[in-house]
């Protein structure tokens, strides 16, 4: 990924230009991890570009902001058209898009609430998340040592920055493994997510994903792959999962903004099927670009185009 350092960030309802937009050092947010934040994908097609659920991107992030008593200053309609105009402004047909909240420069201490909310966006160009290459031959990965946190320490259903500090060990641990990703258990030792994605397993023909109860964020690409599976007659079951599944699993696929549908090959080298993209995965990762080249109807209304 690189920066494209001449464009514009929306900051406080204001296009500034991209190296103006700073923070000072005792903002709140850089001692104490105070921000929620969207990962959300712009598309192009033959019908022009197009943001991916903005509407419930939005949604999620004032959620997320309702949990930490954040009142956000913008309405979401006004959000949603910072997003349109930030891409406009830099000129992108295909982007990744960044909205954040944090607390900035007021006062340090532990209480948040004196310390003012800050909003941003930034747009850039940024390709497959886990490679291009991923998304038909699958990734390697393994079952951390690091688990999802307990639903009563942090609100796992908030996209907050702190979360993924919990998220960077179990990357950095993959990594160090040779792994290109890893799979948290939740406070049970049940199957949660990735550090970054959601999770999806196919055992004889049934699609099985973490439930609610896992300690999972509630991805919306993950929605749109259950939508998209129900619809073509699949079964969809969003129950708790063992650990051993995932080795005795057919398919095992990843969802997320950045991964979008991505296939997992092995988990802790036990190869999963046949070691790349199953003929489920494939099916519903077809049709899942398909909408969003614009190949077929968008009959769900998940784009906004510019």
């Given at each position: ?194 550090s970054g994605e959601n999770i ?51 398919e095992i696929f990843f969802t ?51």
């Amino acid at each position: 990924m690189a920066w494209d350092e001449s464009g514009k960030i929306w900051f406080n309802g204001e296009m500034v230009n991209w190296k103006e937009a700073k923070i000072h050092a005792l903002s709140h947010v850089v001692h104490y991890g105070s921000s929620v934040f969207e990962g959300i994908r712009c598309y192009t097609n033959k019908n022009g570009s197009a943001v991916f659920r903005l509407e419930e991107h939005v949604e999620r992030l004032f959620d997320s902001g309702r949990i930490y008593r954040m009142d956000i200053p913008f309405t979401k309609e006004e959000m949603c058209e910072a997003v349109l105009d930030t891409i406009k402004t830099n000129k992108l047909k295909e982007c990744y898009i960044r909205p954040v909240v944090f607390r900035g420069y007021g006062e340090l201490g532990v209480n948040p609430l004196k310390s003012p909310l800050e909003v941003v966006i930034a747009v850039w160009e940024w390709g497959s998340y886990l490679g291009q290459e991923a998304l038909e031959l699958g990734v390697d990965v393994g079952v951390s040592t690091w688990r999802r946190m307990a639903p009563d320490t942090l609100p796992n259903m908030a996209k907050a920055g702190a979360n993924y500090m919990n998220s960077q060990l179990v990357k950095m641990e993959a990594l160090e493994n040779g792994y290109e990703e890893g799979i948290m258990l939740d406070y049970q030792g049940m199957v949660s997510e990735g550090s970054g994605e959601n999770i999806f397993i196919v055992k004889d023909d049934v699609i099985y994903t973490p439930s609610m109860s896992s300690s999972l964020l509630k991805g919306i690409t993950r929605d749109s792959i259950i939508q998209l599976a129900i619809k073509m007659g699949l079964e969809v079951r969003e129950e708790q999962i063992p650990r051993e599944m995932l080795y005795m699993a057919n398919e095992i696929f990843f969802t997320g903004t950045a991964a979008e549908v991505t296939p997992v090959r092995s988990v802790d080298r036990i190869t999963i099927g046949s070691g790349k993209r199953g003929p489920i995965t494939e099916k519903l990762q077809k049709s899942f670009f398909e909408i969003l080249e614009g190949k077929v109807k968008d009959d769900f209304g998940w784009l906004t185009y510019l």
